[in-house]
């Protein structure tokens, strides 16, 4: 059985927020944020730098050119969809290091970031270029 400390660094390990993710692609550390859903949800609304895998098309050939030293974390619209956990769990099985986003594209807009495509949004927009 894990002790309560245990699972907080556990949990710490395997999800990360939205101000993480974007302090991570702000100062270059090293990190791809996977979009797990559909292609079209993509095109609509996306975190920027983020690529589209969709959960499922994850496998051995969509990730081949994939680096399995940086971080990546999953995302989806929010609490009501497991797109990110699939994918996770598939990036783990295939050997990537990876964490979930917690609350996805929908907490990512009401802590108040930009998205791209079709329908995004005005906020706080990424300056690393990335």
Not at 63 to 91: E, F, H, Q, W
Not at 105 to 114: E, V
Request: proline share 2%; aromatic share 10%; with cysteine.
């Amino acid at each position: 059985m894990i002790d309560q400390a245990g699972f907080y660094e556990a949990k710490l390990n395997y999800e990360t927020d939205s101000w993480d993710v974007y302090e991570a692609l702000e100062n270059s550390e090293g990190i791809i944020v996977i979009d797990a859903r559909s292609s079209e949800a993509y095109a609509k609304e996306h975190i920027p730098a983020a690529i589209n895998i969709p959960h499922r098309t994850i496998s051995e050939e969509t990730t081949a050119r994939l680096d399995k030293s940086i971080a990546y974390v999953t995302y989806c619209d929010g609490i009501g969809c497991n797109a990110s956990t699939k994918g996770a769990l598939k990036m783990a099985r295939l050997g990537f290091k990876v964490k979930e986003l917690l609350g996805g594209l929908d907490w990512w807009k009401r802590d108040g970031y930009a998205t791209e495509g079709s329908e995004g949004n005005e906020g706080k927009t990424l300056t690393c270029g990335c």
